[in-house]
């Protein structure tokens, strides 16, 4: 097992433009959940999702957009990216039984110039 | 907001015992407290959880208090790798509101 995937691992990109960070898990898992770190400031949660077409909001949702088409894949979208959005993200995943952890990916360094 | 409450940095000598505290004082019956650390940059990894009981792995042991409002993470003997931020979660695991906070964690810092 890959665990959880993330990609890219760095990327840059001008105020304005858009993308979208991946994330994979091939552990069958039905949640999973978005990050950010930004120095200081510990993890803060973007959105999660307790399974495919179900997403909710985090504690900092603003400026990003999330789907949940299958359970492997949990995309996250920046349609008009903010130089405060210049962050570490993560990715996470886990099983939803009883007392699972959580599984994280290596993280994708942003920077918004 | 963060459900718990972790001071924000402790040393502690290589070799010797690492007591790492928590608060969780509104924690409901449900809830697990889960520990996690992360390493430099790293994505953070799990060491341990528990509901009520002292838990033991290979890579700590977790003393919660009778009244559920605190608990402390043990590290034996630390190394120099176990120099981390290390977040403690209270975690309804089952059913319930799945925002998972993490807030800012504690730097500990194993000098040699």
């Known amino acids: 097992n890959a665990g959880v995937t993330q990609t890219p691992k760095f990327q840059v990109l001008k105020t304005g433009q858009s993308m979208t960070l991946q994330c994979a898990q091939d552990m069958n898992h039905e949640y999973m959940s978005w990050y950010r770190q930004d120095p200081g400031m510990g993890l803060r949660l973007i959105h999660y999702?307790?399974?495919?077409?179900?997403?909710d909001q985090g504690e900092v949702p603003n400026g990003y957009n999330v789907s949940r088409s299958t359970t492997e894949d949990f995309p996250l979208r920046l349609l008009s990216a903010a130089p405060s959005q210049t962050s570490v993200y993560f990715c996470?995943?886990?099983?939803?039984?009883?007392?699972?952890?959580?599984?994280f990916g290596s993280g994708t360094q942003l920077s918004v110039l | 907001d963060a459900k718990t409450t972790q001071p924000p940095s402790m040393d502690c000598a290589e070799g010797r015992a690492a007591n790492l505290p928590c608060n969780h004082s509104?924690?409901?019956?449900?809830?697990?407290v889960y520990w996690y650390r992360q390493i430099h940059s790293q994505g953070p990894q799990y060491i341990i959880h528990g509901l009520k009981n002292n838990e033991t792995n290979e890579m700590a042991s977790l003393i919660i208090t009778e009244d559920r409002k605190s608990s402390t993470l043990i590290l034996p003997h630390a190394t120099l790798r176990d120099t981390a931020v290390y977040y403690c979660i209270v975690d309804p695991s089952q059913g319930g509101s799945e925002k998972l906070v993490f807030g800012k964690g504690m730097k500990l810092t194993v000098n040699p």
């Open positions: 996470a995943s886990r099983d939803r039984g009883l007392a699972e952890k959580l599984f």
């Open positions: 509104t924690i409901s019956g449900n809830e697990y």
């Open positions: 999702s307790v399974g495919a077409g179900i997403t």
